[in-house]
């Protein structure tokens, strides 16, 4: 499986990656998961804020958004993370946490990663170094758990 890594700044996207990116939330955490929320939530296109993108045969089936950190102290976030229920069973999830580590380890290398995981996916989340950080809480009628991951720091 040839799968394409696109790490974009949201100033790069274009209205065809844009729409892929919602289409395919829209699909999962909205249809597939039975779950009203406000996906489009005013944070994809602001700051220096980045989107991944795992492409195959020009077609989206990975995606995670990047939140910058706002302030000096504060968290890079990890969200939307996703995979096309066509791509699913591929190990590709794995790849797509690898590659989010890595942008948040590029840009903002001393910065602790935050996500909050739906709770079912704590030890896949505890594979990549993430560590609870809060009780399991409801977030749109679904269990989820705060976690993160320290920064880099110069001994690491």
Known sequence: MNIKWQDLHHSELNAAQLYQILALRNAVFIVEQN???????????????????????????????????????SVVKVGRVIVSGEARGLSLGSRLMEQAIDCCEHYWPQHTIFLSAQAHLQKFYGRFGFRAVSEIYLEDAIPHIDMTKPGRTEHS
């Not at 939530?41 to 980045?50: A, I, K, P, S, V």
Request: proline content about 5%; overall charge negative.
């Open 35 to 73: 779950c009203p929320y406000q996906d489009i939530d005013g944070q994809d296109l602001t700051g220096e804020n980045r989107h991944l993108l795992a492409m195959l045969d020009n077609q989206l089936v990975g995606y995670a958004r990047i939140l910058a950190p706002g302030q000096a102290n």
